[in-house]
C-alpha cells in the first residue's frame, strides 16, 4: 500500500490532487535579486541558489541567512505531496 492509499484512509478519503502554490508575501530584502528565479546558466554573485527537487517553487537566487531559509522552507513546504 502507498502512501496516497494510506492517506485516503486516514482523512477519509478527503485527499486531493495537489494544487499549484499560492504567492506568499514576505518582508522586503533590501539585497538587489534576492527571491528572483534562477534561470539555467545565471549567476548572481553573493546570492546562493536555493532549489528543492520535486517542488513546485521554481530554484530561487537568495542572500545568505534568514532570506535563503525562507526560501529553503517554501521550497520543501511545495515538494509535499509530489510535483504538480
Known amino acids: 500500500m502507498g502512501a496516497t492509499e494510506t492517506a485516503k484512509r486516514w482523512n477519509g478519503g478527503r485527499l486531493g490532487a495537489a494544487r499549484p502554490g499560492m504567492d506568499v508575501q514576505r518582508l522586503a530584502c533590501l539585497v538587489e535579486g534576492c527571491g528572483t ?10 546570492l546562493i541558489r536555493v532549489e528543492v527537487v520535486g517542488s513546485r517553487e521554481p530554484a530561487r537566487w537568495y542572500c545568505r541567512g534568514w532570506c535563503a531559509s525562507y526560501g529553503r522552507a517554501l521550497a520543501d513546504v511545495r515538494a509535499i505531496g509530489g510535483a504538480a
Not at 534562477?38 to 548572481?44: I, L, M, T
Open 37 to 46: 528565479e534562477a534561470v539555467p546558466g545565471g549567476h548572481r554573485r553573493w
